[in-house]
């Protein structure tokens, strides 16, 4: 079953504001991702972090792999219409399982 | 574009048959996973194969089968098919070095009636 908790569910807001959401777990993980999905079509990769304490950047997109390994956060700076789309986090245990487990989904929705 | 593709992109079948899902991983990669996406929920993982071989397994079905060929292409099979089964499929692939950096596939959709 799920160990992610990706809030919130569904956003929405005014084109340029700036959005945050976030993945949190009880358990810790060692690698965390970011997807971005649009309707009918498949995730795809925004962002990856590998260390805790890592903050990585792709264009107005910022994420944080958190210090106790447990969390995650992805902010989008000066939204604009193409961001609307499912947001996922998705992780890799630290019990050497190999496969990723997703969040829920973040649906945001931008209003022009 | 990712770079991997699948196909059919839409499917749609009937309760208790069988059907071959197929994909083509980004060149060089070795990994591919299969993932499953009901309405609106998140992707559960299925199986991942890795140069050939089952490396990992999820919550897949004993009515759901996997392959993985020496070109790397992949293969997601269904059979006894149920309305439950309906949803989108996808693949995913990854490079060896980095193998959690995973690139989805385009996704079939498979509607069971």
């Known amino acids: 079953g799920q160990q992610l908790n990706q809030s919130p569910q569904s956003m929405f807001i005014q084109e340029g504001e700036d959005v945050s959401m976030n993945c949190t777990s009880s358990?810790?993980?060692?690698?965390w991702l970011w997807y971005k999905q649009d309707p009918g079509e498949g995730p795809v990769l925004l962002i990856a972090?590998?260390?805790?304490?890592e903050l990585t950047s792709n264009g107005r997109l910022t994420a944080q792999f958190g210090i106790t390994r447990k969390d995650s956060f992805l902010n989008i700076s000066a939204s604009i219409p193409s961001d609307v789309g499912i947001y996922f986090c998705?992780?890799?245990?630290?019990?050497?399982?190999?496969?990723?487990?997703f969040g829920s989904g973040t649906r945001l929705q931008v209003q022009p | 574009d990712s770079g991997v593709t699948q196909t059919p992109k839409h499917l749609i079948t009937a309760t208790g048959q069988r059907v071959t899902l197929r994909c083509s991983p980004r060149?060089?990669?070795?990994?591919v996973y299969w993932y499953q996406q009901s309405l609106d929920q998140g992707l559960q993982f299925l199986i991942q194969?890795?140069?050939?071989?089952?490396?990992a397994k999820g919550n897949i079905l004993e009515r759901f089968s996997a392959q993985q060929f020496p070109d790397l292409h992949s293969e997601l099979n269904l059979s006894s098919l149920e309305l439950g089964d309906s949803a989108l499929y996808f693949c995913?692939?990854?490079?060896?070095?980095?193998?959690?950096?995973?690139?989805f596939g385009p996704g079939t959709r498979l509607t069971v009636t």
């Open positions: 060149s060089g990669d070795l990994s």
């Open positions: 358990s810790i993980f060692n690698t």
């Open positions: 972090l590998y260390k805790a304490g």
């Open positions: 194969y890795y140069n050939g071989e089952e490396r």
């Open positions: 998705a992780g890799l245990l630290d019990t050497g399982r190999r496969a990723l487990t």
């Open positions: 995913a692939s990854s490079p060896s070095p980095r193998p959690y950096e995973q690139y």
